[in-house]
């Protein structure tokens, strides 16, 4: 089998065993479908019903945590950023909250649609702009609450969003660039889970919320859950997440537990644990598009040992060059670290192999595509106004500024410091990300996919030696914003992926 026809094949094969898996559960149970947001007409009665449940948990007792309130304090209490069970405890944190809705207005088949950040310029429907229980303004909800989990500041944050009805993620021409549908499919193809969730978290993750909150929006805080848009944006993380699992890669083994941070609809205390949230159809729900590959392999029968049943080979990144200067970052002002490259060229247009899942020892490798080059930015110094702004990432940009676009062929990506609190110290997660412990400088580790502005570079004839310049440039998350964030880089490394 050549390349093309693996790649035809694999798209909808590579899934087939865990979606056979998936449909001998969903004869035990109904799971409920989340939908993308993007694809649901004007009048889908999605609309209606979240406004509905969220009226109902707004009528309730605010000082219960089944309510509104009671819900984004959960977040702002326990939230798991930068640990190395972001994802899980998240799986958990939107499914509670999912089956409280669903109890509110007496539909347990209530499934909370994901907001894709790539579709219709990652634009919000109408409904949550419109005059009703959708849009934040409507509400008006009080923040006001200090949790040392998130910060030792308080937080004080309003109604509002820094993006409208015919402004999306995608829209600002400085901004968008971790949404395009290239960057999303990037970081789907990396098999390493430190690697994938790292990505995932800074970048996008990180970034929708600074650039939907702004200023002073509840999304840009601890308090993000007050918003409606917040569990979409992290149902999108868990379809994300539920994509890459079901391409057949692997989440290590968790430990932690969650002793009594969530409730259900009656509001009484539930402990879960994070391996509990690992396969999430045990928590009774799927995603459409995980069901449309189930229709689109129905029919197939080839065994697990099949090549077709392919997975990616998981190999520990390789650091191909590192500077370790420490350098301080200011607002609007570019940042450059030289980094030199070992076999640069050879690095970039390495191949990355797949193997048949279930055949054990060594196997025949069929290469699918080019590896990818990362660049791993250690920040730590991140000062309060850090939380407003985003990180440009260039690669050897002759002219790099605030005004240099996402389309530049210098452009590598970008990362934002939402969940990074100023004067908390972390131990490091499985992706190198700071935590919530402590106190002290806070520190943080951050990927941005270099792979294609680099090839780009070298087929152009642009690469003239291996010293590779990655320019660290921070602007404001919502344009025209004052933002005086200032962060010092401890280094720079490249790394194979």
């Avoid at 917040?230 to 890669?249: P, S, Y």
């Avoid at 191949?351 to 279930?358: A, G, L």
């Avoid at 806070?442 to 270099?450: G, I, Q, Y």
Wanted: one cysteine or more.
């Amino acid at each position: 089998m050549n390349r093309r026809e693996f790649l035809g094949v694999a798209g909808a094969a590579v899934a087939f065993p865990y979606i056979m898996k998936f449909g001998r559960e969903a004869q035990a149970q109904t799971l409920r479908v989340r939908r993308n947001l993007s694809t649901l007409r004007a009048d889908d009665p999605f609309f209606a019903a979240y406004g509905q449940a969220i009226r109902k948990l707004h009528e309730a007792d605010q000082s219960r945590r089944q309510s509104w309130r009671g819900q984004s304090l959960i977040h702002a209490d326990f939230c798991a950023h930068g640990r190395d069970d972001f994802f899980l405890w998240h799986r958990h944190y939107i499914t509670f909250f999912e089956r409280i809705c669903g109890e509110a207005i007496g539909d347990r088949n209530f499934a909370l649609p994901y907001w894709d950040w790539t579709a219709n310029n990652g634009r919000l429907p109408q409904p949550f702009f419109d005059n009703g229980p959708l849009n934040v303004t409507f509400w008006n909800d009080p923040s006001g609450y200090q949790s040392d989990n998130w910060s030792e500041e308080r937080i004080n944050t309003r109604g509002t969003r820094a993006i409208t009805a015919t402004r999306g993620l995608r829209d600002d021409p400085q901004r968008g660039g971790e949404f395009r549908p290239e960057a999303i499919n990037g970081i789907l193809r990396l098999s390493n889970f430190a690697n994938f969730q790292t990505r995932l978290e800074g970048s996008p993750h990180d970034n929708g919320h600074v650039i939907s909150g702004g200023r002073t929006g509840h999304m840009g805080n601890g308090l993000s859950p007050l918003d409606p848009i917040f569990w979409l944006h992290h149902c999108n993380v868990d379809r994300l997440f539920a994509q890459w699992q079901a391409a057949r890669n692997r989440v290590p083994a968790q430990s932690r537990s969650y002793n009594q941070q969530f409730v259900d609809a009656s509001g009484t205390p539930q402990s879960v644990t994070a391996a509990q949230a690992v396969e999430f159809t045990s928590l009774g729900y799927t995603y459409d598009i995980l069901a449309e590959q189930q229709v689109a392999t129905r029919g197939l029968s080839q065994p697990e040992s099949s090549p077709l049943a392919a997975r990616p080979i998981v190999e520990e990144p390789r650091v191909v060059g590192r500077n370790e200067t420490a350098k301080p970052v200011k607002i609007n002002n570019e940042t450059e670290f030289t980094v030199q490259a070992a076999g640069l060229v050879n690095n970039i247009f390495s191949t990355r192999s797949f193997r048949p899942e279930s055949t054990p020892g060594p196997s025949p490798r069929v290469a699918v595509e080019e590896s990818r080059i990362l660049a791993r930015i250690n920040v730590t110094a991140i000062n309060a106004d850090s939380r407003y702004a985003l990180v440009n990432v260039f690669i050897n940009n002759p002219d790099p500024s605030p005004q240099s676009t996402v389309d530049s062929p210098f452009y590598a990506g970008s990362f934002s410091f939402f969940g990074a609190h100023p004067g908390q110290d972390v131990a490091a997660g499985g992706g190198g990300h700071a935590g919530h412990q402590g106190h002290g400088a806070a520190e943080r580790t951050f990927l941005v996919d270099a792979s294609n502005a680099l090839r780009q570079q070298a087929r152009e004839g642009r690469l003239n030696s291996e010293d590779v310049k990655v320019q660290v440039l921070p602007i404001p998350a919502e344009p025209g914003a004052e933002v005086n964030a200032q962060f010092t880089v401890t280094s720079v490394e490249l790394i194979s992926a």
